[in-house]
């Protein structure tokens, strides 16, 4: 036995999910699902049903996942940059305003019959567009960018408020016990269990790792500061 099953146990299995946020609609990178729903349950926590899971054995399959999910990235952002176009007000730019969550999940079964389920988020944030005199398409799709990214924001300056935020005391198990506003936007609802929303309520452990992209470009200082004063407050989460 070779793969997965050689490395983790048989019945062991390795998928991965990428998926897109645009516009507050969650888009499918693997398939064709196109403003998904989101769901929450207690055993699966915050979930995507109908997803496409791309089963995985190897480091090259997970490459080649990645691969597939950011030319398709690229074919919608064309696809609706030619639609603004021929209405007048596109700029070409969609991809770089929306987010993406590539999330790959290790499923492993104990030889008593127990399984162990572990998932590894990578998220790309985007960067919003920013307005251009007299086109109304940049200011009107980087609102949807800055609303994720204000709503994530809001969380990380919740997650370091040392004052309870519920207006009751919460009660045991509660998922949610702070009252963090991860439901104010579909990113951060996403990114739930990486901001530890879920590690009370299912009692597993979480780690997030914030990279921030600096530039020594004169003309990126702006966009540099921005995200290292965003990657302060993301080390000042708990």
């Not at 390795?14 to 507050?24: K, L």
């Not at 127990?114 to 990578?122: G, K, P, W, Y």
Request: with cysteine.
């Amino acid at each position: 036995v070779g793969g997965v099953e050689g490395l983790l146990g048989v019945g062991s299995t390795v998928s991965c999910t990428f998926v897109e946020v645009h516009d507050e609609r969650v888009h499918d990178l693997l398939g064709k699902g196109r403003d998904l729903r989101l769901r929450e349950s207690a055993s699966r926590g915050v979930h995507i049903p109908g997803v496409t899971k791309r089963l995985v054995e190897w480091e090259e399959d997970v490459m080649r996942a990645l691969v597939i999910g950011l030319q398709k990235r690229g074919a919608i952002a064309a696809e609706e940059a030619e639609g603004g176009t021929q209405g007048g007000s596109g700029s070409g730019s969609g991809s770089q305003c929306s987010h993406t969550i590539f999330t790959v999940e290790v499923n492993r079964k104990a030889p008593d019959g127990s399984e162990h389920v572990s998932r590894l988020q990578l998220v790309d944030l985007g960067t919003p567009d920013q307005p251009r005199p007299g086109t109304a398409r940049s200011s009107r799709n980087a609102m949807p960018a800055n609303q994720s990214l204000a709503a994530l924001d809001q969380c990380l300056q919740a997650l370091t408020d040392t004052h309870p935020r519920a207006a009751r005391p919460p009660a045991p198990g509660e998922p949610n016990p702070q009252a963090i506003p991860y439901r104010d936007s579909k990113l951060t609802w996403l990114m739930r269990d990486a901001l530890g929303g879920g590690a009370g309520a299912r009692g597993a452990v979480h780690r997030t790792t914030f990279i921030a992209v600096c530039s020594a470009e004169p003309q990126l200082l702006p966009a540099t500061i921005n995200n290292l004063r965003f990657a302060h407050r993301c080390r000042q989460a708990r």
